[in-house]
């Protein structure tokens, strides 16, 4: 029993160690910053910056309703077509056509 105690205090010891290497590193990232390469001046990036935001839209693509499109066909023709095809049998019904 005594032996199960002491193999649970050192692997509680090494966990210990090993969690306080893997945080030893600095809170904020420094070593990670990206150094700044650029030629442009403040006021260039500026300039560009309110350009941009001054012709951006806003909303997502897709979310505004498209305007209905103008037919050149009258409501009762294309009823008719879609009789008269009914009627033929020449209209598809269901997913699976034959071949």
Known sequence: MKSSKLFAVAALTALTAFAS?????????????????????????????????????????????????ASTVDRSVVHAQAVQRAHASEAHRGEASVM
């Open 21 to 69: 290497v893997a945080q030893a590193d600095e809170a904020d990232g420094s070593q990670y910053a990206a150094k700044p390469t650029t030629q442009r001046t403040r006021a260039e990036v500026q300039a560009e910056a309110s350009t941009v935001s001054a012709t951006r839209d806003n909303r997502p693509a897709g979310s505004f309703i498209t305007p209905p499109l």
